[in-house]
């Protein structure tokens, strides 16, 4: 099988334009982590046969040519992480068979083409780190039923959650976090793969008691891993399904929201938690004692909340390393002083 791989770098070089002249056979083209420059020759377009194109991770730049999408046998496009820019624009479309479509971490603008949402190949999907705004069509997830990773995070995208996300059943990860996006989180029990959910850093919500209904179906996602609600607008108190969530959860982060009411013991029972943040909300009462349980916890922000009482004891057996980051700034009303001293001497460890 025909094929270009440069295992290893190579530094300070182009592609030459004519060179795909003379490979017009090449299936599989992978030039990634080089240091190569400049502009994705329009040549490209010749190979008629390529099916994997990995160009990610060199400093590329100027617009992706649009021979490109005349590539239809296309099945893997990776172009993450150099400097591309531009739109992309609705000829995409014609790549009937792609199933991996990876642009993160370049400048690319304007919205994401309709098309793209009615490529029911595709289940790798990733935008992330870009400059796309607009919002998600209420259908889109009614074509792309494939899909099994849907990254867009770090852009300028806006809109409610489509409702179609119940037919992405083979979903794994869901990533939009960093953007504008608003409104109700619908159910998502019916992603019974999902792994990585990722919602912070949006305008989800509205600080109304049913906000965080939609954890309730998560109960049905048994793989959940890491649950990432921080920084939105979610109110209410915590559902008393939140205690029955994935025993495979790592993390849980619902910080800076509008929480109010107690902390369920319940979160006491995810074992292998190694990162709870529930600061800068509106929680009372105590610090639960179950909290000794996490014996891999790495992380615990507590802070700029209501709670009051002593830090229980049993906490300090689940800290183990001294790279852990406890943060309790303004959590409570009394404090013994070995308990300060043991956690003013932890470093502090930054957010994942």
């Known amino acids: 099988m025909p094929l270009v791989s440069t295992p290893y770098p190579i530094w300070s070089m182009y592609l030459f ?169 619908p159910s998502l029990g019916m992603l019974k793969h999902l792994h990585w959910l990722n919602l912070n850093y949006n305008n989800l919500g509205n600080g109304s008691d049913n906000d965080l209904d939609f954890t309730t179906s998560l109960v049905n996602c048994t793989k959940l891993e890491n649950l990432i609600l921080s920084t939105n607008k979610f109110g209410g108190p915590l559902p008393n399904s939140i205690g029955n969530l994935s025993s495979q959860l790592i993390r849980l982060y619902l910080g800076d929201n509008q929480i109010y009411g107690t902390i369920p013991e319940s979160i006491g029972n995810y074992i292998n938690l190694i990162a709870l943040v529930l600061e800068y909300n509106q929680f009372t009462g105590t610090v639960p004692n179950t909290f000794g349980k996490l014996h891999k916890l790495q992380l615990l922000g507590l802070g700029i909340n209501q709670l009051s009482g002593q830090i229980p004891s049993s906490l300090a057996c689940s800290v183990e390393s001294p790279r852990e980051r406890i943060n309790m700034r303004d959590v409570i009303r009394e404090l013994n002083v070995t308990r300060k001293a043991f956690l003013c001497g932890l470093v502090n460890v930054e957010y994942c």
Do not use: C
């Not at 982590?33 to 994997?52: A, D, F, Q, T, V």
């Not at 990776?78 to 000829?91: H, K």
């Not at 489509?162 to 794994?172: D, H, K, R, V």
């Open 17 to 185: 334009h004519a060179s795909f002249l003379f490979y017009v056979y090449l299936v599989h083209v992978n030039v990634s982590s080089n240091n190569l420059h400049g502009k994705i020759p329009i040549e490209i377009g010749s190979l008629r046969k390529l099916e994997k194109l990995n160009l990610f991770t060199n400093n590329f730049s100027g617009q992706i040519p649009p021979t490109m999408w005349n590539i239809s046998s296309l099945d893997v496009l990776s172009l993450a992480y150099n400097n591309l820019e531009g739109n992309l624009p609705e000829e995409m479309g014609q790549l009937r068979n792609l199933s991996v479509f990876a642009v993160p971490g370049n400048k690319l603008s304007g919205t994401l083409p309709a098309s793209l949402y009615n490529m029911s190949s595709l289940f790798f999907i990733t935008a992330a780190e870009n400059q796309f705004h607009g919002s998600l069509p209420a259908n889109m997830f009614s074509t792309l039923t494939n899909l099994q990773v849907f990254g867009i995070g770090a852009n300028q995208m806006s809109g409610p959650i489509p409702t179609s996300i119940t037919n992405a059943s083979l979903l794994q990860v869901f990533d939009i976090g960093v953007n504008s996006f608003v409104g109700q989180v």
